[in-house]
């Protein structure tokens, strides 16, 4: 949520920066902005709306200048308008800073500062900060980045900032709490600031990850210094970045929505590799090694997180507690946080997120840990800030997703949790061999499967063509197929504003059944198994009162086609493991619905993808 980059060098950084917050615009574009130094002057320029909006204004400008900070901004405090857009900048104009995060006593902190006569121009939470640092450093003789560690040590909530001052046209001072901020390093003292690597990784692979209450000063004579909040000096830990440029272009897709539903037969390979044999018969997930028999003997394993990857932990609660016979509770972060949960030491907390940097995960996990809970932690962003803070864990490897609606970090991480139940089950004993072996195949025919679905592309934007106009839509499913439908719910509000909700199929007739219609598109996920026969009642039951049926079946399916209006078949697969394929469908209808519906896809309305508030 919001993102923030800088640059000093000997470069121009203006197209430096610009180009970084286009990478970055997936945390939130209500506005951008850019401060340059330039010639012993601090130049602003700030526009509502998207970075090109920016950089339309900003093109005809002088934008000159080796020394710079950008903002592309979610809203938090005040309207999405040019004057709210960071940075924000000190009333003698000679100081500007950039925000990620929520000052939660900015109120307190607003007053003195208006009571000692400085004047607030916007309506942010972060307007505070620049002048509470100018407010230091005009009463007290010391450094800019002393100045910032003291306003630092007044603040409550989280921040990453990054302060720009004419008076130090040498340094920029940055630092973070709770919001990401990494420090990339260039040749010959140049130095470049994001909320993720990805606007760093084509000038250096050499960063730094800034732990919390860390202050980063980085001068072009003096290179990289770090300080903790408390003044203690500490050695900047430099390590290689993983990323590829490539990873973060479209590739020739419309959108990353696309490529990223497309890439999912290599990210869910790429998820499993070196993770399981079918052949040999092993699986292993070695971040978690040591826990193993901590996660078997655990008197409950928790699961936490948000949105999408809320649902994957549903999906993997089914599975660890069929195949392992382990006690797993799901739950959403932010409710966990704030009802006094029962945790003790025999608890096993899990965190689950694509970014890694969710900020009610994060405190959730905090509090666990802070109640004596072993936390483990199932992440795609290396060095995000839940990887380090967890006992241990496991990355999914699905590589950069940029599209702001998750797809292929869904199917990773049900990926991960498929590869930990089986590894736990077998490891206790609770499942046979054979079906082990059975699992340990099939999951390895999924990226095959996956392809397969992939290529029916053009049957499922025909039914989006027939339910583009929809009002609502219904998606229902039985046991593990019940988070795919809230899942798939999610995916069609989400991109195309279409309502949507997901049921457990059986639970339509306790009330939802009242919304059936000729107008109401219902999807369901019919596949062979356990339920089925229970899900072909369900679905005559939507027939009987006039909906669509949009089925997702099993190949080679008879009953159900002779029911549904439409039907979209998937290879046959164990009964655990249809997450992984029923999912992708559902992923293409609504991304072609939204398509349909003009909508951004990308970037739908309101919505960020790394969500730091809370
Ligand atoms: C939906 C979506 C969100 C995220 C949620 C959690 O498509 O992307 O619901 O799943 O904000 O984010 P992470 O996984 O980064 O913690």
């Given at each position: 949520m919001c993102g923030i980059v800088a640059y000093i060098g000997k470069k121009q950084a203006y197209p430096i920066i610009l180009k970084g917050l286009k990478r970055l615009e997936y945390r939130g574009y209500d506005s951008a902005g850019i401060a340059l130094l330039n010639n012993n002057k601090v130049n602003i320029y700030k526009k509502q709306g998207k970075v090109s909006n920016l950089e339309e204004y900003?093109?005809?400008?002088?934008?000159?200048?080796?020394?710079?900070?950008?903002?592309?901004?979610?809203?938090?405090?005040?309207?999405?308008?040019?004057?709210?857009?960071?940075?924000?900048?000190?009333?003698?104009?000679?100081?500007?800073?950039?925000?990620?995060?929520?000052?939660?006593?900015?109120?307190?902190?607003?007053?003195?500062?208006?009571?000692?006569?400085?004047?607030?121009?916007?309506?942010?939470?972060?307007?505070?900060?620049?002048?509470?640092?100018?407010?230091?450093?005009?009463?007290?003789?010391?450094?800019?980045?002393?100045?910032?560690?003291?306003?630092?040590?007044?603040v409550t909530g989280a921040y990453a900032i990054v302060v720009l001052s004419q008076d130090n046209p040498d340094q920029l001072v940055a630092a973070r709490k709770s919001s990401p901020l990494v420090v990339g390093i260039g040749s010959d003292n140049e130095f470049f600031l994001a909320s993720d690597a990805t606007p760093i990784v084509e000038y250096t692979k050499q960063v730094v990850y800034l732990n919390d209450e860390e202050i980063a000063v980085v001068d072009i004579n003096e290179g990289l210094k770090i300080v903790h909040l408390s003044n203690q000096e500490k050695t900047p830990y430099i390590q290689e970045l993983e990323l590829h440029l490539e990873a973060l272009e479209k590739g020739g897709f419309e959108h990353f929505m696309l490529k990223e539903i497309y890439e999912q037969p290599r990210s869910i390979h790429d998820c499993f590799r070196g993770r399981l044999n079918a052949e040999e018969g092993w699986v292993a997930l070695g971040g978690i090694k040591d826990y193993e028999q901590k996660l078997i003997n655990a008197n409950r394993i928790i699961m936490v997180a948000c949105g999408t990857s809320w649902h994957a932990c549903q999906v993997g609660e089914y599975l660890i507690e069929d195949l392992a016979r382990i006690n797993v509770e799901v739950e959403y972060a932010s409710e966990f946080r704030y009802r006094n949960p029962i945790i003790n030491e025999n608890d096993v907390v899990i965190a689950v997120s694509q970014s890694g940097e969710t900020a009610d995960t994060l405190a959730a996990l905090e509090l666990a840990k802070h109640k004596g809970a072993t936390i483990l932690g199932i992440c795609n962003v290396v060095g995000s800030s839940i990887s380090r803070i967890t006992d241990a864990g496991s990355y999914t490897h699905a590589g950069p997703e940029i599209g702001v609606a998750s797809t292929k970090a869904f199917t990773?991480?049900?990926?991960?949790?498929?590869?930990?139940?089986?590894?736990?089950?077998?490891?206790?004993?609770?499942?046979?061999?054979?079906?082990?072996?059975?699992?340990?195949?099939?999951?390895?025919?999924?990226?095959?499967?996956?392809?397969?679905?992939?290529?029916?592309?053009?049957?499922?934007?025909?039914?989006?063509?027939?339910?583009?106009?929809?009002?609502?839509?219904?998606?229902?499913?039985?046991?593990?197929?019940?988070?795919?439908?809230?899942?798939?719910?999610?995916?069609?509000?989400?991109?195309?504003?279409?309502?949507?909700?997901?049921?457990?199929?059986?639970?339509?007739?306790?009330?939802?059944?009242?919304?059936?219609?000729e107008e109401m598109p219902v999807f369901v996920i019919a596949t062979k198994g356990n339920s089925y026969e229970k899900v072909v009642s369900n679905i005559q039951e939507v027939k009987a009162r006039k909906g669509k049926i949009i089925a997702i079946v099993t190949e080679g399916d008879v009953q159900v086609k002779e029911l549904a209006d439409h039907v979209i078949e998937i290879p046959d697969t164990d009964e655990n493991l249809v997450p992984l394929l029923a999912t992708v469908p559902l992923q293409l209808i609504s991304y072609h619905i939204a398509v349909m519906r003009d909508c951004n896809v990308d970037q739908p309305r309101n919505l960020a993808k790394s969500v730091t508030v809370e």
């Open positions: 900003a093109n005809t400008l002088d934008t000159s200048g080796n020394i710079g900070i950008g903002h592309t901004r979610w809203a938090t405090h005040g309207l999405p308008n040019d004057i709210n857009s960071h940075p924000h900048f000190s009333n003698d104009g000679k100081l500007a800073l950039i925000h990620n995060g929520i000052i939660e006593n900015y109120d307190v902190l607003k007053k003195e500062l208006i009571n000692r006569g400085y004047k607030f121009v916007s309506e942010t939470d972060t307007e505070v900060l620049v002048h509470l640092i100018d407010d230091i450093l005009k009463n007290e003789r010391i450094s800019l980045a002393e100045a910032v560690r003291l306003a630092l040590n007044e990773a991480q049900v990926t991960i949790l498929t590869l930990m139940a089986l590894k736990l089950a077998h490891k206790k004993g609770t499942i046979s061999e054979s079906r082990f072996h059975t699992i340990l195949s099939d999951l390895e025919a999924i990226p095959d499967k996956v392809k397969k679905i992939l290529e029916s592309d053009d049957k499922i934007k025909e039914i989006a063509e027939v339910y583009k106009d929809s009002q609502n839509a219904l998606y229902l499913g039985r046991g593990s197929s019940f988070p795919v439908a809230l899942e798939g719910a999610l995916k069609l509000k989400e991109i195309s504003y279409i309502h949507a909700e997901g049921y457990p199929a059986a639970e339509m007739k306790h009330g939802p059944i009242a919304l059936i219609d």
